[in-house]
């Protein structure tokens, strides 16, 4: 307890005496914290808005007015055995049609003069959106489905999951994260730098004062202690900064983000941000110690 005390003291004075360093440490990692916060708090709404799109991803199969039910039994059993798939089901000419009229101006069925020019469809859920392709690309292989498919000249035409907007999903989807580990990961290493930096200033500035604890014996753990509290501090103090501007954003910004964008969600549990606070004082601590102890190693031999 008493070195613990005597390191608080030391890292006190480190503090005081390179107070314009010390402070550009602690603002360098409370930047650094909050923008990895802030950062971690909208990837966790992009990934929630990118799951609720993705979960409306489906597979419609087209197949011909003339094909059997057997067949489409058939095709139906093959398709709930593919890996991926959640559900089957089945749309009738009928239900197609009503579907339409209810989505489109009543106009355009009037104009139909009775006659329903729908096609019956396959309707496949997912349980996994990542699978659509080769889902698609498994029912179009299919020899039964390619032989009551409504186009059997081009049986992928006959297949809608919307290809494009799939692809751009997911690869927007990816992007995000490889920014978002590359970012992150660009910032710990700055915020490192820093406090490497301010820790190296403070052995410069006590150099005689360690010369002369290691003449009369101390154990380079003692020596380190005040350095690596200092550190700490310099961690603790931005991180916890980093903390209470994040949770101002949650208690002011979200909930205006949620009234001005209704048709998005904006939601983030209150233990989501109690996760992402203790892993932000937890990553800060480490980056302290760490950045501490790699000015040590480097710039004070013992």
Not at 167 to 186: C, K, P
Not at 230 to 236: D, F
Not at 241 to 256: D, F, I
């Amino acid at each position: 307890m008493s070195s613990f005390v005597y390191f608080l003291k030391e890292s006190l004075t480190g503090f005081t005496r390179n107070l314009s360093t010390a402070l550009g440490s602690i603002v360098t990692i409370f930047l650094s914290l909050l923008i990895i916060g802030v950062f971690l708090v909208g990837g966790i709404i992009v990934e929630n808005i990118v799951s609720s799109v993705e979960s409306e991803v489906s597979i419609t199969a087209y197949v011909a007015d003339d094909a059997s039910d057997a067949d489409i039994k058939a095709v139906q059993s093959y398709i709930e055995g593919l890996e991926g798939v959640a559900s089957v089901g089945f749309t009738t000419k009928d239900q197609a049609l009503e579907n339409f009229r209810s989505t489109s101006n009543s106009d355009i069925i009037d104009s139909l003069d009775g006659q329903n020019p729908l096609p019956r469809s396959i309707d496949v859920e997912l349980s996994d959106p990542q699978l659509v392709e080769q889902v698609a690309s498994a029912i179009e292989s299919d020899a039964t489905y390619r032989e009551i498919t409504d186009n059997p000249t081009d049986p992928a035409e006959a297949l809608k999951y919307g290809q494009k907007t799939v692809e751009n999903l997911f690869s927007v989807t990816n992007y995000v994260r490889y920014i978002g580990i590359a970012l992150i990961a660009l910032l710990i290493f700055i915020a490192m730098v820093f406090i490497n930096n301010t820790i190296r200033l403070a052995i410069l500035a006590r150099r005689k004062e360690i010369a002369i604890m290691r003449l009369v014996g101390a154990s380079n753990g003692f020596i380190r202690g005040p350095f690596l509290m200092e550190g700490a501090l310099h961690a603790i103090i931005g991180s916890l900064l980093a903390v209470g501007v994040l949770e101002l954003l949650r208690n002011v910004a979200l909930p205006q983000l949620q009234s001005a964008l209704q048709f998005l969600s904006f939601n983030v549990g209150l233990d989501t941000f109690l996760l992402i606070y203790g892993g932000l004082v937890l990553a800060g601590l480490i980056i302290g110690l760490l950045g501490s102890a790699l000015a040590m190693r480097r710039y004070l031999k013992v």
